[in-house]
């Protein structure tokens, strides 16, 4: 039976009311085109969708969109909306004797005066010649095809068949949307145990999938949680445990740990002494050499760039010479990342920039920095307007590469250490180059 997103593919009867046992994403499914939440571009009366119902026409289609979006909800309402028969299979789970049946299956009823829409969920998963099976089908009306496929069209379907389906692209679903369907799971099913919050850390966490956050939501109904929970109790209740580090060791991990300290500390001689006495006490020089590269780009990174290279060069010569003459190599790393200048920038800003990654998501990039490698990209604007840096003056063309629905965040701030202290003049002048522009 449906769902609300479109996983779990229906059957010719998928218009009977869900079990009162059924999934909470399959009893909140839409009834109608109008309750599809997030598509209105599509499916509203100004819509490719939206007027071909108007019409009671329907063309060949695929729908191409990411998960949890409504792309099988949309093809099952589309056949009620036209009064068409409704089949669907899925490309994961049918071969060839299943598409000559469906076919068959068509031509009979369409010779009863009953027209079939044919739903291929994952349409992309068909090899080349299955797809190429379905174009005298499609092209005698004998099937109206309604394809859902995840993946880029332009590459994984046959241009003879994207000649006769119109593409029509689905979105990812915003925070609106999704806020709209946690109501109506709570219409449902009475308030979220969720302070605002968390309720919004739920809403960020489904990465525009409405399916996720329907179970994910599901999930907390049936724990029967007391209070409600915070972002924090949030994240630990819906997270795996983390495993933890065997106890049996402790001496090995404080030994690295003060090794490490006295490293960001720039103490030379105290990151020597730790590391002999691991060394002498038998540790694996290789871990001690990932942990020396690991300190050249955690505390040391951009300020002096040649850390890691002698690090990772300690690393060949150990592995050249062996021990203990290679011993020597990875002493020569130490005192080279324990006197090095110190930042931390490029740590954290990749700590930022992952954080900033996984609160927004599948947002799309700006269309005109967008490779356009087929004819369909092109049409649709992928490059349209891009600036080509080398040809601009000054070789920067200081556009905007930052996702329309996302303001320009500031990840990287250099120190002003070692060779950071070139490159923050870089930035500084590369914004000023900006800001000269923005106001002339």
């Not at 029967?224 to 991990?253: N, S």
């Amino acid at each position: 039976m449906a769902d609300l997103f479109g996983d779990d593919l229906p059957s010719s009867t998928a218009h009977d009311a869900p079990r009162d046992d059924a999934p909470l994403a399959d009893r909140l499914r839409p009834r109608a085109l109008d309750e599809v939440i997030g598509q209105d571009h599509l499916t509203g009366a100004e819509g490719a969708i939206g007027r071909m119902v108007a019409a009671g026409k329907m063309s060949s289609m695929v729908l191409w969109g990411p998960p949890g979006t409504g792309k099988t909800s949309i093809a099952r309402l589309l056949a009620d909306a036209v009064g068409m028969r409704f089949v669907a299979i899925s490309a994961v789970f049918s071969g060839v004797a299943d598409l000559k049946k469906a076919f068959a299956e068509a031509d009979r009823m369409a010779k009863a005066g009953q027209r079939t829409l044919l739903f291929v969920d994952e349409i992309h998963r068909f090899n080349r010649a299955q797809q190429d099976g379905f174009l005298p089908f499609v092209e005698r009306g004998t099937v109206t095809l309604v394809g859902a496929t995840t993946e880029n069209p332009s590459f994984e379907l046959n241009a003879a068949l994207l000649s006769r389906a119109q593409v029509l692209i689905l979105h990812r679903l915003d925070a609106e949307a999704l806020g709209r369907l946690l109501d109506r799971a709570e219409e449902l099913e009475g308030p979220l145990p969720l302070t605002e919050g968390a309720r919004s850390a739920l809403i960020a966490s489904a990465d525009g999938d409405g399916r996720f956050l329907l179970n994910q939501a599901e999930t907390l109904y049936n724990a029967k949680i007391d209070e409600p929970l915070d972002p924090a109790g949030l994240g630990q209740f819906l997270q795996r445990r983390v495993a933890v580090y065997d106890k049996d060791r402790e001496g090995h991990y404080n030994l690295i740990s003060a090794l490490h300290k006295a490293v960001r500390g720039s103490d030379p001689q105290a990151a020597l002494y730790y590391l002999a006495r691991m060394l002498v006490a038998g540790e694996e020089p290789l871990y001690v050499l990932r942990r020396l590269v690991r300190m050249a780009v955690e505390d040391i990174g951009l300020a002096d760039p040649q850390a890691l290279h002698q690090c990772l060069a300690a690393k060949d010569a150990y592995e050249f010479l062996g021990s203990p003459e290679g011993e020597l190599a990875i002493a020569q790393a130490c005192l080279y990342v324990a006197t090095a200048p110190k930042s931390n920038a490029a740590y954290k800003a990749q700590k930022a920039a992952w954080r900033s990654a996984r609160e927004t998501g599948s947002l799309m990039p700006p269309q005109n920095i967008l490779n356009a490698p087929t004819k369909l990209m092109m049409e649709i604007g992928y490059g349209k307007g891009y600036t080509y840096d080398h040809e601009a003056e000054e070789g920067f063309s200081g556009d905007d590469y930052w996702p329309g629905e996302m303001e320009p965040q500031t990840y990287y701030e250099p120190v002003e250490r070692g060779f950071e202290r070139e490159i923050a003049k870089r930035i500084e002048y590369w914004q000023k180059l900006r800001e000269d522009r923005e106001n002339a």
